[in-house]
């Protein structure tokens, strides 16, 4: 009995020495400093690609290759930029719209689009090179290595298909 009072006493005592005062919590926060910005950034170029995006919450981000920029909007509208001067290369628009961002590899684009297909567009004219079914939601933009694409789908497949 006495061990299990000590080990009472002892942990209000901690406890009181942790838990914050009342003036504590009443006390006002220290007005922030000023930060110098270490950079002074000037917008080169913007270009409105439509929708951008929407309810499905899919992660569409840009992928630059050399001078290019490839981006996609998840209406299924897919661009090429110059990533010098925002200048429009080429523009096309896929059916059925477009779930994972657009990846880079042997000189082709790939996106997914919501209905679990993968596309591959010329990277020089966005004229449609294949479409494969993959069978479910692409979850992410395909990762490109030595001419194999690798896909993750919505029910937790990892698929590696020849670029060819």
Request: one cysteine or more; proline letters at 3%.
């Amino acid at each position: 009995m006495n061990k299990l009072l000590a080990v009472l006493c002892l942990f209000g005592v901690i406890s009181a020495c942790s838990s914050p005062s009342e003036e504590d919590l009443l006390r006002e926060p220290l007005e922030l400093q000023g930060i110098a910005p270490e950079a002074k950034l000037k917008k080169v170029w913007q270009y409105s690609l439509g929708k951008g995006q929407d309810d499905s919450y899919s992660e569409l981000q840009p992928f630059v290759y050399g001078g290019t920029l490839f981006a996609a909007d998840s209406s299924g509208r897919v661009v090429s930029l110059d990533k010098r001067t925002g200048k429009k290369n080429w523009q096309i628009t896929l059916k059925g719209g477009i779930q994972s961002g657009v990846a880079y590899g042997s000189n082709t684009v790939y996106v997914g689009l919501r209905q679990g297909v993968l596309v591959a567009l010329a990277d020089d004219s966005g004229a449609e090179k294949w479409r494969n079914d993959i069978g479910a939601e692409i979850l992410a933009p395909a990762a490109v290595a030595r001419g194999i694409v690798i896909v993750q789908t919505l029910n937790g497949i990892v698929l590696g298909l020849s670029a060819d």
